[in-house]
């Protein structure tokens, strides 16, 4: 075990698979003489050369586009896009080429996408987006947001491994604030839900950056039992961990950075009605970035993004229920 | 400024091209004849409602497809667009599967998953289609990008239109292309008119200008003459499998048909129709090779035979099962490449 970041068990995985296996390769913006914007692959271009670190022509389809052709024919590309915002601008090669191609036509499209998302720096609308449920809405794309560095590492392993495209949602805020112990070495963790803390009065599900602001804020919640489940994975998302939370805990609060209409949480939400209803002690609760775009100005963002006060503030309403 | 319309060469005059035997010269004919007759065994099908949805072809493009495919080795890989059933008949998609394919049987390439031309036979080293046009362009360029890396001596070609030319995908590809100079085939179809739209609202300079822009050759080819289209295609993969970097072809050629079936083309005047209707492709080859000797009936027969044979075939096959719809969404085995293609020019047969 040895204590990483973050961003350096980001490094770490990347590093690792680029030495295991000679068909990885990693493409994006920036990210070779430079290291990356957020210097997640500092120094590699020394190490594996400008072929396997390679810096791009700026153009995002670009990236996804060829990382596709490169897939088809026996690579296993991961790509960066420098923010997760301008994957926009590479959108239709994800969700039309890369996505539908295993159920057209039968083949596999082994590539990730790291997505550098979220807010809470001043980024201001395109540098702060939280673009997940654009792809959990696309067929034929997997979707996982660690929220630790453990996860934060054996995600991307699987990711790498899977034989299909993954969008790999990596928050920035947690870069350089989240550290852990992480395992030495390549292992993988499975696309599914982790409890991040047991509890047994309400639960808050969450996932990326809104699991540290769930586990603070229900820490000490006058004394509440609460769980905090970790999706961890979009798609699939672990509909079995979620109902089990909810037959546990009963009451449910459901955190999204994300902007709130169609939401991940909005999904798990839908799914607790379906499936859940029946052990529901209150209605379901939502805690989400209103839909508007992100503000830059400090007090203006803040005042959008979820906060430990909100969520506390909902916990505690859902409790008194 | 419209791109200029190639001259087609004096028919049956030209020098038979030192590159092809008599035997490629007829595959070649042989690919158009049946591109030409299953396509319209397939808009019979179509009128009699046993085709879903809608019908494209390329009628009168022939040349293109099966000219650029013809120089394709099995270990080169290909992205082909609707208009270019020659390019799959060449790499050994058997005319029973693609009429399955049209009309969403169980048999067809796709399985039923998807209509028309928008597949690829992923054991035969293509990559179907997708309606974002020319999304294929960046696939293509991926493919080349690491046949470089990996420093192996094959190449990919892509077809796409006029029409795309207008859009970022062929852009980002021409440059990302030109940058790391890859080898890789850009075959611009220009057929005159994307949907209704003609060329000159289109662009404001012949496309294949845009090649030098973006730092490699590109060429402008009469599209409707096959062993032009051959030639300028093996020209291309020489270059790219030796260092040379990426080539645009334009191809000449005339979409004689509606954009799909529904489309009575009332936007082209009559006599352009006519004009391009002289320069058939098919005419054209077919004269060569009568001068050369060749029994083009005998030929003409066996291939409606063969269209028969795949007609009765497809039409036997069963629709897919509705309860399989859910299937293979997600890979759940290993990614399995592309694998090689079938190539037909005795230049591959030593």
Redesign the interface.
């Known amino acids: 075990m040895t204590t990483l970041t973050y961003l350096q068990a980001i490094s770490a995985a990347l590093r690792d698979e680029l030495r295991d296996d000679e068909r990885v ?1 990693i493409m994006g913006e920036d990210i070779g003489v430079f290291g990356g914007a957020f210097k997640v692959t500092d120094g590699f271009i020394d190490e594996f050369g400008p ?2 670190v390679m810096d ?2 700026l ?1 995002e ?2 990236i ?12 296993r ?1 991961v790509c960066e896009m420098q923010f997760s915002d301008f994957i926009s601008c590479g959108f ?2 994800l969700v ?2 890369a996505g ?11 590539i990730t996408v790291r997505l550098p998302s979220g807010g809470g720096f001043s980024g201001g609308p395109f540098h702060s987006q939280n673009p997940e449920a654009w792809f959990m809405h696309a ?2 794309i ?1 979707v996982v947001a660690p929220s630790t560095a453990e996860d934060a590492k054996g995600l991307l392993h699987s990711a790498i491994r899977d ?2 495209p993954v969008c790999f949602m990596e928050h920035k805020h947690l870069y350089r604030r989240v550290k852990g112990e992480v395992p030495d070495g390549i292992f993988e963790t499975p696309f599914s839900a982790r409890v991040a803390r047991p509890g047994s009065d309400l639960v808050v599900i969450a996932y990326g950056a809104m699991v540290p602001v769930a586990l603070e804020a229900t820490e000490d919640l006058d004394g509440a039992s609460v769980e905090v489940l970790d999706l961890r994975s979009l798609v699939p998302l672990d509909e079995e961990a979620v109902l089990d939370s909810v037959e546990r805990c009963s009451k449910v609060v459901i955190l999204d950075e994300a902007n709130s209409t169609c939401a991940a949480g909005a999904q798990v939400a839908a799914l607790i009605a379906e499936r859940g209803f029946e052990s529901l002690d209150g209605p379901v609760i939502r805690v989400a970035t209103p839909d508007v775009p992100i503000p830059f100005s400090p007090p203006l963002e803040q005042a959008v993004l979820p906060s430990v006060d909100r969520v506390k503030e909902a916990c505690r309403e859902l409790l008194a229920y | 400024m419209a791109t200029n319309i190639a001259e087609p060469a004096a028919d049956g005059a030209a020098a038979p091209n030192a590159h092809l035997l008599l035997e490629d010269r007829v595959w070649l004919m042989r690919a158009m004849l049946l591109m030409r007759g299953l396509e319209e065994r397939a808009m019979t099908l179509y009128r009699q409602g046993k085709v879903p949805g809608s019908f494209y072809d390329g009628y009168g493009q022939e040349a293109v497809s099966a000219g650029a495919a013809f120089a394709m080795a099995p270990q080169d890989r290909l992205c082909i667009l609707h208009r270019d059933l020659a390019a799959h008949l060449i790499r050994g998609v058997s005319p029973a599967r693609i009429l399955g394919q049209y009309m969403g049987r169980a048999s067809g390439v796709t399985k039923g998953r998807e209509g028309n031309v928008h597949f690829g036979d992923r054991e035969l080293g293509c990559v179907g289609m997708v309606s974002m046009l020319p999304d294929m362009m960046l696939v293509a360029t991926g493919m080349a990008m690491a046949f470089k890396l990996r420093g192996e001596r094959r190449c990919a070609m892509t077809w796409f239109g006029d029409g795309s030319t207008s859009r970022g995908d062929f852009h980002e590809a021409m440059n990302w292309a030109g940058v790391q100079k890859l080898p890789v085939i850009f075959v611009l179809e220009n057929n005159q008119y994307a949907y209704s739209t003609p060329i000159d609202k289109q662009f404001a300079v012949d496309p294949v200008e845009h090649a030098a822009a973006y730092g490699f050759v590109g060429e402008t080819v009469d599209g409707n003459d096959v062993e032009a289209m051959f030639e300028a295609a093996r020209t291309a993969r020489e270059r790219a499998i030796t260092g040379g970097g990426p080539t645009l072809i334009e191809a000449v050629t005339m979409r004689m048909h509606g954009h799909a079936a529904h489309d009575d083309m009332k936007y082209v005047p009559k006599e352009q129709v006519e004009e391009w209707r002289k320069r058939d492709p098919i005419d054209r080859q077919e004269a060569r090779l009568r001068e050369a000797g060749v029994d083009v009936d005998a030929l003409r027969a066996e291939v409606k035979a063969e269209i028969d044979a795949a007609a009765e075939e497809a039409l036997a096959a069963p629709m897919p099962n509705p309860e399989t719809a859910g299937e293979g969404v997600f890979c759940e085995g290993e990614a399995e490449p592309l694998g090689d293609g079938v190539a037909r020019w005795s230049g591959f047969q030593s």
Not at chain 1, 64 to 75: K, P, Q, R
Not at chain 1, 100 to 110: D, E, N, S
């Open positions: 390769l072929d396997r791009t022509p153009a389809s670009g996804v586009g060829t990382a596709i052709g490169a897939a088809v024919v026996g690579m590309p239709d090669q039309n080429v539908k191609m295993h159920y057209r036509q039968g083949l596999a499209v082994p067929p034929g997997k034989p299909n």
